[in-house]
């Protein structure tokens, strides 16, 4: 079993940065994969970014070159650096982990977290 509890939401206006940090309890962190989705109301959950055990990553085209997800094993910690906000990335954030090889799929995620909500005022 893992435990993921996410924190870092807050309201911030368009333009701005946050970082949401994912912090794992439980098994070992570094063996799982762990992934990034985030939820608007009315809307299916999206799939945001995806980090590898080895720390390859892959993201969204909506993201892309505006967010940045890492690791640090070492404080069983994942990470979403959010730059360049705009009002579209309003969502409650999730994080997730996977034993498997991570996909943009959430179903393909064992573990998740209760979210934290993430505000984009213009």
């Known amino acids: 079993q893992v435990q993921l509890v996410e924190s870092g939401g807050e309201l911030v206006q368009a333009g701005g940065s946050l970082r949401l940090s994912c912090a794992a309890s439980?098994?070992?962190?570094?063996?799982?994969?762990m992934g990034w989705f985030r939820q608007a109301p009315g809307k299916e959950r999206e799939f945001v970014g995806r980090i590898s055990v080895h720390g390859a990553t892959i993201y969204a085209d909506s993201v892309k070159g505006r967010f940045t997800i890492s690791r640090d094993n070492a404080k069983n910690t994942g990470y979403l650096q959010m730059n360049s906000l705009k009002p579209e990335d309003t969502a409650v954030y999730y994080c997730?982990?996977?034993?498997?090889?991570?996909?943009?799929?959430?179903?393909?995620?064992?573990?998740w977290g209760q979210g934290t909500q993430v505000t984009v005022s213009s």
């Open positions: 997730a982990a996977t034993s498997n090889s991570p996909t943009n799929y959430p179903t393909n995620y064992d573990y």
């Open positions: 439980g098994r070992t962190f570094n063996y799982y994969g």
